[in-house]
């Protein structure tokens, strides 16, 4: 009976084997039930709209806004650097401007900002030629055009920091698979400028205002196409390191640059979509909490999501705030250390960015304040008790703000003040209202505006500094 059992079985298996090699050419035919090809994503607003989130997919983590693009990367200047014993191999090495070609924190960021180019040039070039585009509903053509405006401008964001970090940098506008050969040489940074200014002038006319929206300040609305359009053109406009004479230079048509830089900065002042959050506090601990700011002040942030180190941010946890790890809070490194004279910077008595900035105490394994670590002061914009997260949890959720509305008014500022010689009622009243805003409730300890150029462009880029305080000073 057992061997009856085996031979029947044996002839199955040998038929099924027979059915399958003969019937196989067919069999590769069938697409595959678990994916989905490319032309048939685009063919969809839903798997569209999931092809444009995973472009979103990759500001965030350990490599890009969750820890290295936001916080090793820019802190090496007066006000902040990162912590320890100097090392040309690790994050340390940076900070001490003694990069060195093995530093293990260089070569994962590149590649994960190129990984966000390829995306949103994949979806760059297919939403423009899918029927849904030109020939679906209104509703399905106004969705399918923003997220071609958001893949244009996310594409923008990466080459952006791209170039703030590495300058020149092979650039490609089209998919891998469509380049016959990828050894591509360095790109000018003017000509990549260029082409990024020129997108995000097609991305405004087709992404929406927040209100007309309703989208959160992580998605891609107007607004922050217009900052962002703003903030590329002075980095066009701006003075910048040169291959060819090896010095600091800017081109003689930079001031058509600041034109932009304004008329963009303008248009979101007059468009009544963002303010100023009349607490400066409650900016940063609403990116703990991805909590609505109904001001609009924070325009664009990176959002973070998941608990791991590919989607999420270490925010708060290897930068901020330094807590105890017998703490009931869970421990908090606090990397990034304060240079002392950052503190005599802001104006002892009337502004109030001073103690949000900086953290001059740390949290012992008795969840007291000790105060004996205040000449060793941390960043206090990331604070993980804000969270609400305790244990030994690293990722907690805090986005990255990319672009806020004070960053707005601050540009505006600055390139009107480039454009007449001197700054404009206009100018002036955005500076203050920054100004204002850092001493609310000690106005009288504003002291007078500056009314020459030097001096308020001085003024102006003090302000820049201090309202971004050290880590959000990359951003100027």
Known sequence: MKKSYIKSLVLFLAMGGSLTFTSCEHYLDVENPSTISQDAVFTSVSYTNSAVISIYNRL???????????TLYPNAADDFRVGGAYNPLDRRGISGYGVH???????????????????????????????????GTPAEQAAMRKLHGEALTLRAVFYHELIRNWGDVPAQFEPSADIPDLNIPKTDRDEIYDRLLDDLKLAAELVPWRSESGDPSTRVTKGAVKGLRARLALARGGYSLRRESRA??????????YQIARNETWDIIQSGQHGLNPSYENIFRGLHTSSMDPTGERIFE???????????????YSNGLRIDASSSYGQ????????????????????????VTLAYFSINKDDQIDLSTSILMR?????????????TNQTLGINWPILRYADVLLMFAEADNELNGGPSGEAIAAYEAVRRRAFAGHEDRMGVTPTDQQGFFQAVAQERFLEFGGEGSSQI
Do not use: C, H
């Open 60 to 70: 965030m983590g350990d490599n890009t806004y969750g820890s290295r693009i936001s």
């Open 379 to 391: 960043d206090g914009k990331f604070r993980k008790y804000w969270t609400g997260i305790t244990g």
């Open 248 to 257: 600091m230079e800017r081109r003689s048509d930079y001031k058509d640059y």
């Open 332 to 355: 908090a490194n606090g990397q990034l250390e304060a240079i002392p004279t950052y503190f005599y910077a802001f104006d002892p008595v009337g502004d109030i960015r001073r103690d």
């Open 101 to 135: 070609p093995d530093n293990t924190e260089l070569f994962r960021p590149f590649l994960e900002l190129y990984s966000g180019i390829e995306r949103a040039n994949i979806a760059i070039k297919y939403i423009p030629a899918s029927n849904l585009y030109n020939n």
């Open 302 to 316: 990176a959002g973070a999501y998941g608990g791991n180190a590919r989607t999420d941010s270490k925010l708060g």
